[in-house]
Protein backbone atom coordinates (compact mmCIF):
# COMPACT_ATOMS: atom_id res chain seq x y z
CA UNK A 1 0.00 0.00 0.00
CA UNK A 2 1.27 3.59 -0.93
CA UNK A 3 -1.05 5.89 1.29
CA UNK A 4 0.08 7.49 3.76
CA UNK A 5 -3.05 8.22 6.06
CA UNK A 6 -1.17 10.31 8.67
CA UNK A 7 -3.03 12.08 11.66
CA UNK A 8 -0.54 15.30 12.25
CA UNK A 9 -0.54 17.07 15.56
CA UNK A 10 -0.58 20.78 14.77
CA UNK A 11 0.17 22.56 17.67
CA UNK A 12 3.48 23.48 16.81
CA UNK A 13 2.93 24.17 13.42
CA UNK A 14 0.18 26.58 14.51
CA UNK A 15 2.07 28.15 16.65
CA UNK A 16 5.01 28.93 13.97
CA UNK A 17 2.22 29.89 11.58
CA UNK A 18 0.75 32.66 14.45
CA UNK A 19 4.49 33.03 15.17
CA UNK A 20 4.95 34.14 11.76
CA UNK A 21 2.42 36.15 10.91
CA UNK A 22 2.78 38.20 13.77
CA UNK A 23 6.36 38.95 13.04
CA UNK A 24 6.00 40.01 8.89
CA UNK A 25 3.60 42.35 8.09
CA UNK A 26 1.46 41.48 5.24
CA UNK A 27 2.45 41.66 1.63
CA UNK A 28 0.31 44.52 -0.37
CA UNK A 29 -1.27 42.57 -3.35
CA UNK A 30 -0.88 45.47 -6.09
CA UNK A 31 1.85 46.23 -8.99
CA UNK A 32 2.49 49.34 -7.26
CA UNK A 33 2.99 48.08 -3.70
CA UNK A 34 4.47 44.81 -4.72
CA UNK A 35 6.73 44.22 -7.75
CA UNK A 36 6.56 40.62 -7.25
CA UNK A 37 2.76 40.49 -8.30
CA UNK A 38 1.93 41.05 -12.10
CA UNK A 39 -1.53 41.25 -13.00
CA UNK A 40 -2.60 39.98 -16.44
CA UNK A 41 -5.94 39.56 -18.75
CA UNK A 42 -6.62 37.13 -21.56
CA UNK A 43 -9.13 37.94 -24.29
CA UNK A 44 -10.94 34.75 -25.33
CA UNK A 45 -12.19 34.25 -28.67
CA UNK A 46 -15.83 34.60 -27.19
CA UNK A 47 -15.17 38.06 -25.95
CA UNK A 48 -14.96 37.45 -22.23
CA UNK A 49 -11.79 38.29 -20.51
CA UNK A 50 -9.91 35.92 -17.88
CA UNK A 51 -8.14 37.47 -15.29
CA UNK A 52 -5.02 36.12 -13.47
CA UNK A 53 -2.42 36.92 -11.41
CA UNK A 54 2.07 36.07 -11.43
CA UNK A 55 4.10 36.00 -8.49
CA UNK A 56 7.52 36.35 -9.61
CA UNK A 57 10.91 34.91 -7.82
CA UNK A 58 13.13 37.33 -6.26
CA UNK A 59 15.59 38.96 -9.18
CA UNK A 60 13.63 37.25 -11.36
CA UNK A 61 15.13 36.66 -14.79
CA UNK A 62 12.92 36.49 -18.31
CA UNK A 63 16.05 34.62 -19.90
CA UNK A 64 15.98 31.59 -16.79
CA UNK A 65 13.98 28.15 -16.13
CA UNK A 66 11.40 28.16 -13.30
CA UNK A 67 9.34 25.66 -11.85
CA UNK A 68 5.86 26.96 -11.78
CA UNK A 69 2.37 26.18 -10.18
CA UNK A 70 -0.87 26.74 -12.09
CA UNK A 71 -3.81 27.11 -8.31
CA UNK A 72 -6.91 27.43 -8.22
CA UNK A 73 -8.52 29.54 -5.51
CA UNK A 74 -11.59 28.88 -3.31
CA UNK A 75 -14.97 30.31 -3.33
CA UNK A 76 -16.59 31.77 -6.32
CA UNK A 77 -12.70 32.04 -7.61
CA UNK A 78 -12.92 35.88 -8.35
CA UNK A 79 -9.87 37.81 -7.98
CA UNK A 80 -10.65 38.54 -4.32
CA UNK A 81 -10.29 34.80 -3.77
CA UNK A 82 -7.41 35.04 -5.58
CA UNK A 83 -5.53 37.47 -3.71
CA UNK A 84 -6.56 36.26 -0.08
CA UNK A 85 -5.05 32.51 -1.42
CA UNK A 86 -2.17 34.23 -2.56
CA UNK A 87 -1.61 36.06 0.70
CA UNK A 88 -2.25 32.61 2.29
CA UNK A 89 -0.15 30.70 0.86
CA UNK A 90 1.74 31.62 -1.71
CA UNK A 91 3.55 34.99 -2.03
CA UNK A 92 6.29 34.96 0.52
CA UNK A 93 7.60 31.63 -0.70
CA UNK A 94 7.43 31.80 -4.15
CA UNK A 95 9.48 35.21 -3.89
CA UNK A 96 12.15 33.06 -1.49
CA UNK A 97 12.60 30.03 -3.23
CA UNK A 98 12.43 30.93 -7.04
CA UNK A 99 9.12 29.71 -7.99
CA UNK A 100 6.49 31.06 -10.48
CA UNK A 101 3.15 30.89 -8.74
CA UNK A 102 -0.13 31.47 -11.46
CA UNK A 103 -3.68 31.70 -9.88
CA UNK A 104 -6.53 32.61 -12.37
CA UNK A 105 -10.13 34.24 -11.24
CA UNK A 106 -13.14 32.82 -12.86
CA UNK A 107 -13.92 34.60 -16.28
CA UNK A 108 -17.58 36.19 -15.68
CA UNK A 109 -18.10 33.53 -12.48
CA UNK A 110 -17.54 30.76 -14.47
CA UNK A 111 -15.64 27.94 -12.12
CA UNK A 112 -12.64 25.89 -12.89
CA UNK A 113 -14.77 22.47 -12.84
CA UNK A 114 -18.04 24.29 -14.40
CA UNK A 115 -17.35 24.93 -17.97
CA UNK A 116 -14.02 27.65 -17.80
CA UNK A 117 -11.78 24.48 -17.71
CA UNK A 118 -11.82 24.86 -21.64
CA UNK A 119 -9.18 28.03 -21.49
CA UNK A 120 -6.50 26.48 -19.19
CA UNK A 121 -4.54 25.63 -22.67
CA UNK A 122 -5.16 28.84 -23.81
CA UNK A 123 -3.91 30.42 -20.38
CA UNK A 124 -0.62 28.22 -20.47
CA UNK A 125 -0.31 28.53 -23.77
CA UNK A 126 -0.12 32.61 -23.04
CA UNK A 127 2.02 32.09 -20.04
CA UNK A 128 4.94 30.03 -21.82
CA UNK A 129 5.21 32.84 -24.32
CA UNK A 130 6.20 34.73 -21.37
CA UNK A 131 8.11 32.58 -18.94
CA UNK A 132 10.33 29.46 -19.35
CA UNK A 133 8.60 26.57 -17.59
CA UNK A 134 10.94 24.33 -15.85
CA UNK A 135 10.33 20.82 -18.01
CA UNK A 136 7.52 22.61 -19.51
CA UNK A 137 4.65 21.15 -16.87
CA UNK A 138 3.09 22.90 -13.44
CA UNK A 139 2.26 21.63 -10.08
CA UNK A 140 -1.28 22.02 -9.77
CA UNK A 141 -2.75 22.71 -6.67
CA UNK A 142 -6.06 24.38 -5.25
CA UNK A 143 -7.73 25.39 -2.38
CA UNK A 144 -11.68 23.88 -1.99
CA UNK A 145 -13.57 24.75 -4.72
CA UNK A 146 -10.29 25.19 -6.11
CA UNK A 147 -9.30 21.49 -4.89
CA UNK A 148 -12.29 20.31 -7.34
CA UNK A 149 -11.18 22.73 -10.25
CA UNK A 150 -7.69 21.33 -9.97
CA UNK A 151 -8.95 17.40 -9.97
CA UNK A 152 -11.12 18.59 -13.07
CA UNK A 153 -8.02 20.16 -14.83
CA UNK A 154 -5.42 17.25 -14.22
CA UNK A 155 -7.32 14.62 -15.44
CA UNK A 156 -8.46 16.41 -18.57
CA UNK A 157 -5.03 17.75 -19.04
CA UNK A 158 -2.38 14.99 -17.38
CA UNK A 159 -0.03 16.42 -20.11
CA UNK A 160 0.68 19.84 -18.63
CA UNK A 161 1.44 18.46 -14.69
CA UNK A 162 4.21 16.97 -12.89
CA UNK A 163 2.00 16.93 -9.18
CA UNK A 164 -1.20 17.70 -7.88
CA UNK A 165 -2.07 19.10 -4.04
CA UNK A 166 -5.09 19.86 -2.84
CA UNK A 167 -6.17 20.93 0.27
CA UNK A 168 -8.92 20.22 0.73
CA UNK A 169 -10.55 18.88 -2.91
CA UNK A 170 -12.38 16.34 -4.52
CA UNK A 171 -13.33 14.90 -7.74
CA UNK A 172 -17.00 15.34 -8.91
CA UNK A 173 -19.02 12.24 -10.09
CA UNK A 174 -17.41 13.34 -13.70
CA UNK A 175 -13.59 13.34 -13.02
CA UNK A 176 -13.93 10.09 -10.75
CA UNK A 177 -14.29 8.19 -14.84
CA UNK A 178 -10.96 10.33 -15.37
CA UNK A 179 -8.76 9.09 -12.57
CA UNK A 180 -6.95 7.07 -14.47
CA UNK A 181 -5.23 9.59 -16.11
CA UNK A 182 -3.12 10.58 -13.44
CA UNK A 183 -1.35 7.51 -13.67
CA UNK A 184 2.29 9.33 -14.02
CA UNK A 185 1.22 12.51 -11.71
CA UNK A 186 2.07 11.98 -7.90
CA UNK A 187 -1.21 13.11 -5.89
CA UNK A 188 -1.35 14.55 -2.08
CA UNK A 189 -4.50 15.49 -0.58
CA UNK A 190 -5.09 16.99 2.85
CA UNK A 191 -8.41 17.68 4.94
CA UNK A 192 -8.65 18.93 8.23
CA UNK A 193 -10.30 16.33 10.58
CA UNK A 194 -13.06 18.76 12.11
CA UNK A 195 -14.12 19.32 7.96
CA UNK A 196 -17.66 18.61 7.19
CA UNK A 197 -18.01 14.95 7.52
CA UNK A 198 -19.18 14.37 3.44
CA UNK A 199 -15.81 16.21 2.51
CA UNK A 200 -13.61 13.92 4.61
CA UNK A 201 -15.79 10.94 3.11
CA UNK A 202 -15.17 11.90 -0.43
CA UNK A 203 -11.40 12.69 0.41
CA UNK A 204 -10.47 8.86 1.44
CA UNK A 205 -13.21 7.49 -1.39
CA UNK A 206 -10.53 9.10 -3.25
CA UNK A 207 -7.57 7.83 -1.71
CA UNK A 208 -8.52 4.80 -1.83
CA UNK A 209 -9.46 4.76 -5.59
CA UNK A 210 -6.26 6.73 -6.77
CA UNK A 211 -4.55 3.82 -5.18
CA UNK A 212 -6.19 0.99 -6.32
CA UNK A 213 -5.52 2.76 -9.97
CA UNK A 214 -1.93 2.67 -9.02
CA UNK A 215 -1.66 6.45 -8.33
CA UNK A 216 1.00 7.53 -5.90
CA UNK A 217 -1.48 8.90 -3.46
CA UNK A 218 -0.51 10.79 -0.02
CA UNK A 219 -3.34 11.82 2.18
CA UNK A 220 -2.70 13.27 5.68
CA UNK A 221 -5.98 14.78 7.80
CA UNK A 222 -4.94 17.83 10.14
CA UNK A 223 -6.08 17.44 13.37
CA UNK A 224 -8.23 20.28 14.93
CA UNK A 225 -8.38 22.18 11.76
CA UNK A 226 -11.58 22.49 9.77
CA UNK A 227 -12.53 23.25 6.33
CA UNK A 228 -9.62 26.24 6.18
CA UNK A 229 -6.26 24.28 7.14
CA UNK A 230 -4.66 26.64 9.47
CA UNK A 231 -2.10 24.64 10.36
CA UNK A 232 -0.95 24.03 6.70
CA UNK A 233 2.21 26.82 6.59
CA UNK A 234 3.48 28.67 3.33
CA UNK A 235 6.41 26.63 4.12
CA UNK A 236 5.09 23.50 4.94
CA UNK A 237 3.26 23.65 1.37
CA UNK A 238 6.48 24.43 -0.48
CA UNK A 239 8.74 21.76 0.66
CA UNK A 240 5.81 19.81 -0.64
CA UNK A 241 5.90 21.21 -3.51
CA UNK A 242 10.16 21.11 -3.73
CA UNK A 243 9.77 17.21 -3.25
CA UNK A 244 7.99 16.56 -6.16
CA UNK A 245 10.19 18.55 -7.96
CA UNK A 246 13.05 16.58 -6.83
CA UNK A 247 11.13 13.76 -7.89
CA UNK A 248 11.36 14.66 -11.56
CA UNK A 249 14.90 16.43 -10.73
CA UNK A 250 16.82 13.55 -9.30
Known amino acids: MRIKIILLHSLAVLLCLLSMSSCEPPLQSSDEANP ?60 QRNWLVISPAAPQGIKYHEGAEVYIPLLLNEIEQSYHIEKNKYHLAGVSNGGISAFRVGTLYPEYFQSLTVFPGAPTETDKQRLQNLQDIPVTMYVGALDDADQIAQSEQTVQTLDSLGVLVEYKKWENNGHVITSLTPVYLFDVFESYRLQANP
Open 36 to 95: FIKKRSLKLDNGMQLDYWVLLPESFDSTQVYPAILTFPPGTQSLDQVEWAVNAYYIRQSI
